[in-house]
């Protein structure tokens, strides 16, 4: 088995009385895509959440279990969340630059975390927007605001805006969802890109997409992993006729 960069373990949630994950265990493996598939409510994003314990922000939720980080436990008592949150960069469906320039957004981390040089904002703003796949498309309008993108540049500069206080693992919550097909195409590729230098984390309802692009897929069935594995098995001899029905579409 290949390393894990994370692993969960009984990890259970609720909200309130609502029980919404279920004895999770899971092994993510450093340098791979895994996707996260299930039907709409199943807990893909709660999970995702459990990651970066943004779930915590929610007062009626309570978590049980572990979720380890390179083998350190992100749920003990004294972990350190801002540097969590760093480490595990999270990007979400609807694309989210803040109202300010193309670059202000990029090195927006950098500068919370205290870099004022500005050669070094420069060069990460740089390497980020290159990794992103948008630097040749913005490098002469670094000024213009963020806002008057298209919608996939937009979802582009959000991942530039993730990589550039440098995370370990990347979190992509339905990143394609909202855009056309030759976006989503290029958030795909880069995907595939960027798994050379960080762990995914990918949950889509796109089923061609999982196929595609993660190395890994793991289905939910409310909120308790029905089954998992490598995508190619999952998809080319599913264990349950859930997720067999799932995958092809016949889902209830
Ligand atoms: N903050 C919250 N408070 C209470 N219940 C919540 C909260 N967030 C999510 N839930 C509930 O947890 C369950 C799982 O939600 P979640 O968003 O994780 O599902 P999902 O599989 O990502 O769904 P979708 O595919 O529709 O985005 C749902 O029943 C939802 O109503």
């Known amino acids: 088995m290949q390393p894990a960069k994370i692993e969960i373990t009984d990890l259970s ?3 309130g009385d609502r029980t919404v994950l279920e004895q999770i265990n899971l092994h993510l493996p450093a340098h791979q895509v895994t996707a996260f598939i299930g039907a709409s409510g199943c807990g893909k994003s709660t999970l995702l959440k459990c990651i970066n314990r943004l779930n915590d922000l929610n007062e009626l939720c309570h978590t049980l279990g572990s979720v380890y980080l390179d083998g350190e436990d992100i749920y003990q008592k004294y972990y350190d969340l801002p540097e969590l949150r760093r480490r595990v960069g999270m990007v979400f469906q609807t694309p989210n630059p803040f109202p300010m320039s193309i670059y202000d957004n990029v090195v927006f981390g950098l500068r919370l975390l205290g870099v004022r040089k500005r050669h070094k904002l420069h060069e990460v703003a740089e390497r ?3 990794q992103a796949a948008l630097w040749d498309e913005v490098k002469d309008q670094l000024n213009r605001n963020a806002n008057e993108l298209s919608g996939g540049q937009q ?3 959000v991942i530039a805006r993730a990589l550039a206080v440098e995370p370990d693992v990347l979190m992509l919550d339905e990143p394609a969802s909202a855009l056309d097909p030759i976006s989503t195409l290029k958030i795909e590729e880069l995907i595939t890109e960027l798994k050379q230098s960080y762990t995914i984390v990918l949950v889509t309802h796109n089923m061609h997409q999982a196929a595609r692009v993660s190395d890994f897929t793991v289905f939910l069935d409310q909120g ?9 098995d999952l998809f ?3 264990h349950h006729k859930a997720t ?6 016949r889902y209830a």
């Open 13 to 15: 949630l609720r909200f």
């Open 128 to 130: 980020s927007l290159r």
């Open 155 to 157: 979802q582009r500069l």
């Open 224 to 232: 308790r992993i029905l089954e998992t594995g490598r995508t190619r």
């Open 236 to 238: 080319t001899n599913p």
């Open 244 to 249: 067999e029905d799932y995958i092809t579409g």
